[in-house]
């Protein structure tokens, strides 16, 4: 009972061990006459737990990497896998390099980790992720078991030199499947890396969503500033459209330096017209919650 009340695997195959043991003098001395059988099978599961032993804390042990194998332990798997242990997940890939420009992942059903270098993740035609030292691709299919990855909608393209791991996915698989931690560690660091980049891709579409509406505001604001003069409609419009698109008033002013206003001219064309516009937008966004609300 005392080896569930364990976390370290070390200590549970000790504790498993030290029973087997115990297991092997009962039998021996408790009959009238010793359980052999019984007990060459404690001491098959004696061997089998040392040989497990040894090999973990030979895996824990200190080991001297090499520069690219120090690279990828301190920016992907430090603190999930011991030394010994990344040399083995390292080993089992091939280790290329691509020159800037060129495409990073060439063929479908593999898994990359970039030791060093950036990517730019494309899909569609639109840029979604770059990607630097430690980050992996490929392992979203990997996950899913998706051997044939859309490779027609996505692109990654190296905007330096970089070199970088590939694993073939069903070789990967038979590895891990055989390494129990290291498949486990694996998978704990795909989730975090895939939750951060889905992070800063909202983040990155949010962004290029705000460029795009400053962009459609400028061109509306220059169209309207070509006679001199605001009205209450178009104050009220712009007024909406930058609630709407969550313009703030930096934003606003740093458009209008743009187009060669300052914020002294801006006013005195409104004349009061955009506080008005404002105050109504801001009386139709209250009055729109409060439908909301009541409704509810």
């Not at 060093?116 to 990607?131: C, N, R, S, Y």
């Not at 914020?263 to 064309?269: I, T």
Request: glycine share 4%; charged share 25%; net charge negative.
């Amino acid at each position: 009972m005392l080896q569930w009340l364990m976390d370290d695997v070390v200590h549970i195959r000790a504790v498993n061990i030290c029973a087997c043991i115990m297991y092997i003098l009962y039998n021996y001395g408790a009959p009238a006459t010793p359980l052999w059988l019984l007990m060459r099978w404690d001491a098959l599961f004696i061997l089998i737990n040392s040989v497990q032993v040894f090999r973990i804390l030979q895996d824990r042990s200190s080991v001297e990497l090499s520069w690219w194998e120090q690279l990828a332990f301190d920016n992907t798997f430090r603190g999930a896998l011991a030394p010994m242990a990344v040399r083995r997940v390292l080993a089992e890939g091939k280790r290329e390099t691509a020159a800037e420009g060129q495409p990073v992942v060439t063929r479908s059903s593999t898994v990359c980790l970039i030791i060093k270098g950036d990517v730019q993740l494309t899909v569609e035609g639109k840029e979604v992720a770059t990607l630097s030292d430690g980050d992996f691709l490929g392992e979203m299919e990997y996950l899913s078991d998706k051997d044939e990855p859309s490779v027609d909608k996505t692109r990654t393209t190296a905007l330096t030199q970089v070199e970088f791991i590939v694993w073939d996915n069903e070789d990967l698989r038979n590895f891990l499947g055989c390494e129990s931690e290291v498949d486990k560690a694996m998978r704990s660091i795909w989730n975090l890396q895939l939750a951060n980049r889905l992070e800063h891709m909202d983040t990155l579409l949010r962004r290029s969503q705000i460029v795009e509406a400053l962009r459609s505001y400028k061109f509306v604001l220059m169209g309207i500033v070509a006679e001199d003069k605001i009205s209450r409609d178009e104050c009220l419009f712009l007024t909406q459209y930058r609630l709407k698109n969550g313009i703030t008033d930096e934003q606003h002013l740093k458009v209008l330096n743009e187009i060669g206003w300052s914020k002294e001219l801006w006013d005195r064309s409104c004349k009061g017209a955009c506080k008005e516009a404002a105050k109504a937008a801001k009386d139709a966004k209250d009055a729109s919650v409060m439908a909301k609300r009541t409704s509810e």
